[in-house]
């Protein structure tokens, strides 16, 4: 019985997006980290034993980030008058060189974790930078802490300072060693990361696609973000009909599970290659409005059936809590429905099943408090003011609009308590 956690509490999830599941002063169970039920008077197998008992608070799963730069963590809020090409440019491509250096690595990395676990992101897909050193120091780094990720090295062959590109053979290199080192990693896996079509050669996303298909790795990118981005793109690849067929044709959209980020001007092509490949969208909410990039289409994309899950894009996203994302994700299709009122405004459980569930489901059955998906939970305490007076669903609301790692007072990842 020592494989078995057992929480009692007000839990809430959202099985679909249309509604939040509900389970007042009830118990979920879990046996070697993934949920065995839910249940309102527990079971008598289960009577003796020990039981977490969270009392009023709320239990919801954790967090699910599908796109956010560690190394860029520390420069959140910088630059924020600048589109994406010259943001690159003038900020981020400087601080990512800095990531070569161990040390510099090491602290900066640790200051990301520390922050995104507070804030209680326990899964996520991470672009580090294209030192293979320090994507390996990230490794370590949230291998210790217990959280779910996966990782990568960011490959770059041209259009970068010399100072972070590698050649193409470097780049196979180090993203080989790094893939041979955590391929059996039960939580930290690695991911190929061409870090975007501008920045990497033909050759090189070919040699990308060889290595995802061999080793059967997941892929991330990103893709149609900014329109200065996608005419670099029709000019750097002629012989390509649209954006997303350079990474199509190169065996990096969807040959192996995809997630490409931001998405926003997506053509009928595109969106019809997506839908057949299966690749999973991102919306960056903040990153969208902090670069002036767009709005991503998210209403038009749900009805058609694309996977989308969220993103804070950390750094062209400020804010690394994606409870913040959830609201900016709400409040971007306000200002599209109040523009259209033909397009429906997001709903706060579509958003929570985009950040949970959703974006979940790149990572396996996670995001959900279904019979056989991971035990990984928040536990969420708000005032007696607001917890004596609302219903579960309001008070859920609330700490997203709201709430911050101070009512987060206990996480956990297949079960397994996630130290702060
Ligand atoms: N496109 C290429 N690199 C980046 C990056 O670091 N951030 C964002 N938002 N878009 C990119
Ligand atoms: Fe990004």
Not at 13 to 24: I, N, W
Not at 161 to 170: G, L, V
Not at 343 to 351: G, R, W, Y
Not at 363 to 391: C, H, P, Q, V
Request: aromatic residues 10%; charged residues 25%; hydrophobic residues 35%.
């Amino acid at each position: 019985m020592e494989n078995l956690l057992i929480l009692k509490g007000n839990i809430i999830f959202t099985q679909t997006p249309e509604e939040f599941k509900v389970y007042k002063d009830s118990y979920i169970v879990s046996n070697k980290g993934k949920i065995e039920g839910i249940y309102n008077i527990l079971p008598e197998k289960y009577q003796n034993c020990l039981i977490k008992d969270y009392r009023n608070r709320l239990i919801i799963p954790t967090f699910v980030d599908l796109h956010l730069h560690a190394s860029q963590f520390i420069q959140c809020g910088m630059g924020m008058n600048k589109k994406l090409l010259d943001w690159l440019n003038d900020y981020t491509f400087k601080l990512e060189k800095d990531f070569s250096k161990a040390q510099f690595a090491q602290e900066a990395y640790n200051s990301f974790a520390d922050e995104l676990i507070k804030r209680g992101t326990l899964r996520a897909c991470i672009f580090a930078t294209s030192s293979t050193i320090g994507t390996e120091i990230l490794f370590e780094i949230l291998k210790k802490r217990g959280i779910g990720a996966y990782i990568g090295k960011v490959d770059m062959d041209r259009n970068a300072p010399e100072s972070i590109i590698e050649s193409k053979d470097q780049l196979i290199k180090g993203t080989k060693y790094l893939i041979e080192k955590y391929k059996n990693e039960k939580l930290v896996k690695p991911i190929i990361t061409p870090r975007f079509a501008p920045t990497c050669s033909d050759e090189l996303l070919k040699e990308l696609g060889s290595l995802a298909n061999k080793y059967d790795l997941p892929v991330q990118s990103h893709l149609d973000e900014n329109l200065d981005e996608i005419k670099w793109v029709q000019s750097l690849f002629p012989k390509t009909k649209n954006y997303s067929q350079a990474y199509y044709l190169n065996d990096l959209f969807g040959q192996t599970k995809t997630v490409m980020a931001h998405c926003i001007y997506l053509n009928e092509d595109e969106i019809n290659l997506v839908r057949e490949n299966n690749v999973m969208l991102v919306h960056c909410p903040d990153s969208n409005i902090n670069l002036r990039s767009g709005i991503m289409p998210v209403r038009k994309y749900l009805d058609l059936g694309v996977p989308i899950g969220l993103g804070s894009d950390i750094a062209g996203g400020h804010r690394i809590a994606l409870n913040e994302s959830m609201v900016r994700a709400v409040q971007l299709s306000k200002i599209l429905n109040i523009n259209s009122p033909g397009i429906k405004p997001l709903s706060i459980q579509e958003v929570f099943y985009l950040g949970t569930k959703s974006g979940g489901k790149f990572f396996g059955n996670t995001g959900s408090f279904e019979k056989g998906y991971s035990m990984d939970a928040l536990i969420i305490e708000d005032d007696k003011l607001i917890s004596g007076r609302y219903s579960i669903e309001d008070r859920l609301e609330k700490f997203i609009y709201t709430g911050d790692d101070r009512n987060i007072c206990a996480r956990y990842v297949e079960g397994k308590y996630i130290e702060i």
